[in-house]
Nanobody, 119 residues
Framework: QVQLVESGGGLVQAGGSLRLSCAAS????????MGWYRQAPGKQRELVAT???????NYLDSVKGRFGISRDVAKNTVYLQMNSLKPEDTAVYYC?????????????WGQGTQVTVSS
């Protein structure tokens, strides 16, 4: 069964750091773009950061300079290092990946991990 499993969320004080991980498992041929989204209560899900299989990255303006996305191709894992966290970063964070299974590409989501930043 193909799935994305996230870990690393939690409660942190403003100014602190957290590192999220997301590992893809199952019969995956390859992975294209991987990324992180977040959804705060009462708000739409928004893109936080993405990284292509070539290493190109893209960030939400409000997290530039504070968050860093990276991936370990051998482990099929993507990371989100979050520094200088602010209360407005509080949200459920979702991993996202374009997985190549056999000859087709599928868009997968993780189950979400809660990040809470206290002031």
């Amino acid at each position: 069964q193909v799935q994305l499993v996230e870990s690393g969320g939690g409660l942190v004080q403003a100014g602190g750091s957290l590192r999220l991980s997301c590992a893809a498992s199952g019969s995956i041929r390859s992975i294209n773009t991987m990324g992180w989204y977040r959804q705060a209560p009462g708000k739409q899900r928004e893109l936080v950061a993405t990284i292509t299989n070539g290493g190109s990255t893209n960030y939400l303006d409000s997290v530039k300079g504070r968050f860093g996305i990276s991936r370990d191709v051998a482990k099929n894992t993507v990371y989100l290092q979050m520094n200088s966290l602010k209360p407005e970063d509080t949200a459920v964070y979702y991993c996202n990946a374009d997985l190549v299974i056999r000859v087709s590409t599928y868009h997968y989501w993780g189950q979400g991990t809660q990040v809470t930043v206290s002031s």
